[in-house]
């Protein structure tokens, strides 16, 4: 930009005055920026330049810059919003002025669409690699899969506070993975979600939304009545996603004996049951801390009985896991 417009900017005018970056009128497309150059001493100014790259979209119309399909990328990989973002790049004075929230949502909207169809690809990869693993090893059915999987929620179900007559979550993430490898690659996802940015401020009139069966974008994919503790539904969803190339023969799961009958709803053949240590283990704890002991069990008063009744718990817990872990270890498993 410079070397062609300091060459120009003399053989045009003949003037000696330096160029600089016209900065008051930069045009800015989110992150990145297009300037142009004027002189300060006569009234010569360049074309704009564009300090980005473009995207190959293949689309009509303004082509995304890769500075913002990348940043939303990574920002993808971090727990951090663009609100955040955008905070943390005014602070920095890194891009005055940072574009604003809006923008940077489409652009999110658009790179998570293809991030999922990316994901959904990848896991089919990954469920067609199991099944040449399985070939390979001589298995009688190639199809067969381990998968161990639970739902996590965005907040704890029972924490609604007194708030609201629903469950306290309102995105609900199932995830399954593979038990065949020690990689435990993910083979299945389901995201059920109440969020609705169309419904809120309707429902805040007092106008009763049904999602996701409205008028315009719904992001929600459940309606705002249904159960979101339902994991018999979702392990029923991710079982049949992975049913399109595999056949789920164990599943390990938190015990909830709901949450099996979801994965053998999902496909005609029998699916083992196990029970993760991890929840295995707090139900014992838990089971344990309820119990009525006799009152010459824990001696002390009463007031540290509690207590160690729960060092109790927790020591019995330790002491069964340790066990199992000792077992597995012991067996081969063929
Ligand atoms: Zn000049
Ligand atoms: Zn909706």
């Known amino acids: 930009m410079f070397n062609t417009e300091i060459r120009k900017h003399i053989e045009e005018t003949s003037c000696h005055g330096f160029l600089m970056i016209d900065t008051a009128n930069s045009r800015n497309w989110g992150f990145g920026s297009s300037e142009r150059l004027k002189c300060d001493s006569c009234s010569y100014v360049s074309p704009y330049y564009r300090l980005y790259e473009e995207l190959e979209t293949g689309k009509r119309g303004r082509k ?31 891009a005055p002025p940072p574009p604003n929230v809006s923008a940077m949502h489409r652009a999110a909207g658009k790179v998570s669409e293809a991030m999922v169809a990316l994901n959904v690809k990848d896991m089919h990869d990954i469920r067609e690699k199991i099944k040449q693993d399985n070939r390979l090893c001589r298995l009688k059915d190639g199809t067969k899969v381990n998968v161990e999987g639970d739902t996590c929620y965005n907040n704890p179900l029972f924490n609604s506070g007194g708030h609201t007559p629903f469950q306290g979550g309102t995105i609900a993430v199932t995830t399954m993975s593979e ?45 705002e009545t249904d159960v979101i503790g339902n994991e018999e539904k979702w392990n029923e969803q991710v079982a049949r996603k992975i049913n399109t190339d595999l056949n789920i023969a164990s599943f390990t799961g938190d015990g909830d004996s709901k949450g099996h009958s979801g994965v053998d709803k999902a496909q005609v053949q029998q699916t083992v049951h196990f029970k993760d240590l991890r929840h ?22 009463a007031s540290k009985r509690a207590n160690f009744q729960n060092r109790f718990a927790l020591s019995i817990r330790a002491r069964c896991m340790s066990e199992l872990t000792r077992a597995h270890k012991n067996t081969k498993v063929i």
């Open 280 to 301: 295995l283990g707090n139900s014992l704890k838990r089971a344990i801390n309820k119990a009525q002991f006799n009152s010459g069990m824990f001696a002390g008063p």
């Open 179 to 223: 038990n065949n490898t020690r990689s435990k690659r993910i083979v299945g996802v389901h995201v059920a979600n109440k969020l609705c940015m169309v419904a809120r401020p309707l429902r805040n009139q007092g106008i009763a939304v049904d999602c996701p069966n409205h008028d315009g974008k719904c992001t929600a994919n459940m309606s």
């Open 64 to 94: 995304p810059a890769k500075i913002n399909v990348g940043l939303q990328t990574g920002l993808m990989t971090t727990p951090i919003s663009n609100t955040g973002m955008r905070r943390i790049l005014a602070h920095a004075n890194i």
